[in-house]
């Protein structure tokens, strides 16, 4: 399999704030488009994102429909700071996965105030846990994870409000 990133956010009006969340070092891409039904009906379980907005998908090239190398390149990041130093979310490792791709994209995505509602998926498959939490805390759990392969993290989809 591989990792998934995908998502939506409400209103509509955000699509100019989630075109910004993007890395600039074009080692990603950012499709705003339509999901998986299935993927878009788990999301919209959540009051707060049934109203119109956008949906995309954050993924590693437009050659992929994947973001799995965005996965490893942070995770590889991860891996030079002790277990110790990313527990404590030293200011360091904050900001050296902030300075990856997909590091960049989750910082900007949740702390974009335009957006008032959203939702994002970090998957291998499906969603096996959802968090409804404040962006804060949606980071802190990003941050937690990412260290893990790909394939062994707890494939969230992170719900927060502005």
Not at 45 to 57: A, M, S
Request: net charge negative.
């Amino acid at each position: 399999m591989s990792l998934y990133c995908f998502g939506k956010v409400v209103p509509g009006g955000a699509r100019s704030a989630l075109e910004k969340c993007v890395a600039d070092d074009n080692s990603a891409y950012l499709y705003l488009c339509d999901i998986d039904p299935e993927d878009l009906s788990t999301i919209c379980e959540f009051d707060e994102l049934k109203p119109v907005g956008i949906t995309f998908r954050y993924v590693s090239s437009v050659d992929h429909s994947d973001a799995t190398t965005l996965w490893l390149a942070a995770s590889e990041v991860a891996a030079r700071f002790s277990e110790a130093e990313r527990n404590l979310l030293n200011i360091d490792y904050v900001d050296a996965i902030k300075a990856t791709a997909l590091g960049g994209f989750v910082w900007n995505l949740l702390n974009c105030t335009e957006v008032k509602h959203g939702a994002l998926a970090l998957v291998d498959g499906g969603v096996e846990t959802m968090l409804q939490v404040s962006s804060d805390e949606c980071w802190r759990h990003f941050l937690k994870i990412i260290p893990q392969p790909w394939d062994c993290q707890d494939n969230p989809l992170f719900i927060w409000s502005h």
